[in-house]
């Protein structure tokens, strides 16, 4: 089993199950025992300095939405690029952070770029790999711009590029427009 940590998965259409429409995810960690990850582009209604004060956490001008890392229940977490605070590095220039004292100096000294996340999505053993040959996931290599988008159309934006790539990859194709599912 090739590991999947570091890669983005763009839900597919064929998927059903509403906490994953369009999608974007990172893989944090992939392994036999499962995988973990979390949703980038699903802002929720919660502001990270209205939740920062909540938890107890110092001043911040870092007024962006918190967001929906998955279904699952959990700690805040952060997607960051800051190496000095990373617990794990995902993939050069993207770093991960879920303790107390690495959150405090993302949020408090409004470190960018940073995506602060309540919650993340989980995968036990081998449900992962179902998923992927069921065809509810379209994988993508993940890289610093891929993950730090930002866009509204950020899903768009992942499929996309993948798709032109597969495209590229199919065929002598010399021009793919910029957004192919428009044809």
């Given at each position: 089993?090739?590991?999947?940590?570091?890669?983005?998965?763009?839900?597919?259409?064929?998927?059903?199950?509403?906490?994953?429409?369009?999608?974007?995810?990172?893989?944090?960690?992939?392994?036999?025992?499962?995988?973990?990850?979390?949703?980038?582009?699903?802002?929720?209604?919660?502001?990270?300095?209205?939740?920062?004060?909540?938890?107890?956490?110092?001043?911040?001008?870092?007024?962006?939405?918190?967001?929906?890392?998955?279904?699952?229940?959990?700690?805040?977490?952060?997607?960051?690029?800051?190496?000095?605070?990373?617990?794990?590095?995902?993939?050069?220039?993207?770093?991960?952070?879920?303790?107390?004292?690495?959150?405090?100096?993302?949020?408090?000294?409004?470190?960018?770029?940073?995506?602060?996340?309540?919650?993340?999505?989980?995968?036990?053993?081998?449900?992962?790999?179902?998923?992927?040959?069921?065809?509810?996931?379209?994988?993508?290599?993940?890289?610093?711009?891929r993950v730090f988008y930002g866009g509204e159309d950020h899903w768009k934006h992942v499929v996309g590029q993948v798709g032109g790539e597969v495209i590229h990859?199919?065929?002598?194709?010399?021009?793919?427009?910029?957004?192919?599912?428009?044809?």
């Open positions: 089993m090739q590991s999947l940590s570091g890669m983005l998965l763009a839900a597919s259409p064929r998927l059903a199950d509403p906490n994953f429409a369009r999608s974007v995810i990172l893989i944090v960690q992939h392994g036999e025992e499962g995988a973990f990850g979390v949703v980038l582009n699903k802002p929720s209604a919660n502001r990270v300095a209205d939740v920062w004060r909540h938890v107890g956490g110092g001043a911040t001008s870092l007024d962006r939405p918190v967001y929906v890392g998955g279904p699952v229940d959990g700690p805040l977490l952060a997607v960051h690029a800051e190496a000095d605070l990373s617990e794990r590095e995902i993939l050069p220039g993207v770093h991960f952070a879920s303790q107390r004292g690495a959150l405090e100096r993302l949020i408090e000294d409004a470190r960018e770029p940073v995506i602060v996340l309540a919650g993340y999505s989980g995968w036990g053993e081998g449900q992962l790999e179902n998923e992927l040959r069921e065809g509810a996931w379209l994988v993508a290599p993940g890289s610093a711009e990859a199919r065929g002598d194709i010399r021009h793919v427009p910029p957004a192919p599912w428009h044809n």
